[in-house]
């Protein structure tokens, strides 16, 4: 989102006799380029002209014009900043401090899809910068316009991070779940290959024996069942994929794969099972058990071998890491709330008449 059109230039109605002739000249001309949009040929008369003139804070508030036409943001803030800190002049302060706040108003438009608690507080920044102008220039009533449409951008955006926020939570309760899905999966199919192997040791002791058979089918039917809780499985995790959870490469989509993987490899145990080639069936349980902790170490980020107090203690850390996760986002949530309350107590005392949603903040 860019501006329509440059800010006020305040060194065009500055008499040249207050700067050296030479830094003058660049000034002037530099003024030029910026009212003619060449905000790459401006800044670098300001550069030049900063030689001369150092501590002007006239040359670094069009600096910050400059890099704002240029958007960077970042860089037109710290201008803005030192020609703040550096001048005498409250209005010139108050218009530096107005120009902060747009700094902020447009930077966070850019984290809007992408990251809502990064514009919230962008967004909050600006609010802060145009009071801080309305406190060095009351007059500046576009300030109080700007405070007001920046005030409802946030409760827009507050609405939708506590949607994100509870779609998150539930999300990651659905991960968890499949996580311990996932962990059953892995000790039932232990349980198969040590039931399997015991059954290929009476084979080879004993033979094949109409009670031996019996056992196999009922090994087979329990890793029918094993097999379908697996396919249901993957299933869960490409619904948790297609929410926008994670795609091909993500801890989710190699969690699919090494799921998907195991449930070929029960597939073959099946086969092998139905054929009596036990050893066979060992070989592929085992492998179809590995694929369910390679699923599950990427599902969780961590590695599943080391006893069971390990994997409480890493359970544990998770919780933890979750929780101070929803505590930090929770008080952004607050902090925006209150900044939004304060704001709605100044407009109040003021009585000033919202403007409305759609117009951006006004520049320069």
């Known amino acids: 989102m860019k501006p329509d059109k440059v800010f006020c230039m305040l060194l065009a109605i500055l008499p040249s006799f207050l700067f050296a002739s030479g830094s003058g000249e660049k000034i002037a001309s530099g003024n030029r380029a910026l009212a003619g949009g060449d905000f790459a040929k401006a800044l670098s008369l300001y550069e030049e002209a900063a030689v001369a003139e150092p501590e002007s804070p006239y040359v670094y508030f069009n600096k910050g014009l400059a890099y704002y036409g240029l958007g960077d943001y970042e860089k037109a803030r710290e201008s803005f900043l030192e020609s703040a800190a550096k001048t005498p002049d409250i209005s010139l302060e108050a218009k530096a401090y107005y120009n902060l706040g747009n ?72 991960q968890e779940e499949i996580a311990k899905k996932i962990k059953e999966l892995i000790d039932r199919e232990q349980k198969e290959i040590e039931h399997t192997a015991a059954l290929r040791d009476e084979k080879a002791g004993k033979g094949t024996s109409p009670s031996l058979s019996n056992s196999v089918r009922k090994v087979k039917e329990n ?31 190699a969690a699919k794969e090494h799921v998907d993987m195991s449930v070929n490899h029960q597939q073959l145990a099946e086969n092998q099972l139905t054929s009596m080639n036990l050893e066979g069936g060992v070989g592929s349980e085992e492998d179809a058990r590995d694929e369910l902790i390679k699923a599950l170490e990427a599902l969780t980020g961590e590695p599943q071998g080391g006893g069971e107090k390990q994997q409480e203690e890493r359970e544990r850390q998770e919780g933890e890491r979750q929780k101070q996760s929803e505590e930090e986002m929770k008080a952004q949530a607050e902090k925006a709330e209150d900044i939004l309350d304060e704001e709605e107590e100044n407009r109040k005392k003021v009585q000033q008449q919202a403007t409305g949603y759609q117009a951006p903040p006004k520049d320069w």
Request: hydrophobic share 30%; with cysteine; charged share 30%.
């Open 103 to 174: 700094c902020d108003f447009f930077d966070a438009a850019r984290f809007v899809e992408t990251d809502l608690e990064k514009a919230i507080e962008l967004y909050q920044s600006a609010i802060t910068n145009y009071r801080l102008a309305l406190e060095r220039n009351e007059t500046l009533t576009d300030a109080t316009q700007n405070i007001e449409v920046t005030r409802l951008i946030v409760k827009d955006l507050l609405d939708k991070l506590k949607q994100q926020q509870e779609q998150q939570k539930e999300q990651r309760q659905k």
């Open 223 to 253: 890793q029918q069942q094993i097999r379908k809780e697996t396919v249901e499985t993957s299933g869960k995790i490409e619904a948790l994929m297609n929410q926008g959870m994670g795609q091909q490469g993500s801890p989710l989509g």
